[in-house]
T-cell receptor
């Protein structure tokens, strides 16, 4: 089990640039989540997918953020244009429902530390 | 509103026992999770409680009281490697969204 794989691990970019974060969930998992973590606000859910379909994107800060999941093994989170306040650690997580709706634990990737200058 | 409260920081001594509390106010309740997060790493799942009582898993135990909106994580025989942030999260709605606490940073001293 390779776990959830995220890339890049670190991203430093200038304000106004486009940033694309990538995620490969654990094979067989049917839910994928994008989170942002900061010291002040903790873990914030941005969007989640079920079987590649976006279910809830109410946590996406604004139109500058977009996420896609073209297939079961790949998802992207894009920020365009990036701003300094977007600096945070972005985590992707996946889970397998397995018939139990609420108690499936999340498996997190190692995160992408984004710094926007 | 929906809210989860945890102490910000705790300190304990190697070999001791520590209890990390979590109180929650949510519009619904499907279960409560505890995750461990070492500095610079991803959160990892520790435990899940849906019914009242104590769930024991090795050195770690988690307790839930739904009527009081209260949970705690009990860590026994503390080791240096237990120094980490411990996150409490509640599943409260008819969806897969979790409400997260800000985490309790535990420092284990020799």
């Amino acid at each position: 089990d390779a776990g959830v794989i995220q890339s890049p691990r670190h991203e430093v970019t200038e304000m106004g640039q486009e940033v694309t974060l990538r995620c490969k969930p654990i094979s067989g998992h049917d839910y994928l989540f994008w989170y942002r973590q900061t010291m002040m606000r903790g873990l914030e859910l941005l969007i989640y997918f079920n079987n590649n379909v976006p279910i809830d994107d109410s946590g996406m800060p604004e139109d500058r953020f977009s996420a896609k999941m073209p297939n079961a093994s790949f998802s992207t989170l894009k920020i365009q244009p990036s701003e300094p306040r977007d600096s945070a650690v972005y985590f992707c997580a996946s889970s397998y429902t397995g018939g139990s709706r609420y108690n499936s634990p999340l498996h997190f990737g190692n995160g992408t530390r984004l710094t926007v200058t | 509103g929906q809210n989860i409260d945890q102490p910000t920081e705790m300190t304990a001594t190697e070999g001791a026992i520590v209890q990390i509390n979590c109180t929650y106010q949510t519009s619904g309740f499907n279960g409560l999770f505890w995750y461990q997060q070492h500095a610079g790493e991803a959160p990892t799942f520790l435990s899940y409680n849906v019914l009242d009582g104590l769930e024991e898993k090795g050195r770690f135990s988690s307790f839930l009281s739904r009527s009081k909106g209260y949970s705690y994580l009990l860590l026994k025989e503390l080791q240096m490697k237990d120094s980490a942030s411990y996150l409490c999260a509640v599943s409260g709605g008819n969806n897969r969204k979790l409400i997260w606490g800000l985490g309790t940073s535990l420092a284990v001293n020799p």
